[in-house]
């Protein structure tokens, strides 16, 4: 149990983009004393278990469920895919931008240039 507790604490914080550190500073425990918890050499994750739920925004069944790891990374795939869908999005719309600001500046060119001949 401890070493499945140890591997979800890893992929919830991580999913949460936080240091060991940070996580321990919330828990009120050492930074070596966490690492511990996720390594599963530690049942000190029972103590601080209501805690841990609230920090990571989980239920306590998802905390002890076996293969959470991989729901939580599909979840950040797809959290990850649709912001690069969108990034796309916003990407495509600038180049539409500078395609006709190009435009415009060809007419510009196209204009001065009559007034030379």
Not at 46 to 54: D, R, Y
Not at 80 to 100: C, F, H, N, P, S
């Amino acid at each position: 149990m401890n070493k499945i507790v140890g591997d979800n604490l890893k992929v919830l914080r991580k999913s949460k983009n936080m240091s060991q550190e940070e996580v321990a500073d919330h828990l009120q425990i050492s930074q070596s004393a966490y690492a511990r918890m996720e390594r599963g050499e530690s049942t000190s994750w029972t103590i601080h278990f209501i805690k841990i739920c609230e920090v990571f925004e989980v239920v306590p069944e998802e905390l002890v469920k076996k293969g959470l790891g991989d729901s939580v990374y599909e979840s950040l795939m797809n959290t990850g895919r649709q912001t690069e869908i969108a990034m796309l999005g916003v990407y495509r719309k600038i180049i539409k931008q500078y395609e006709l600001q190009i435009e415009d500046l060809k007419m510009i060119i196209k204009h001065l240039n009559k007034g030379k001949n």
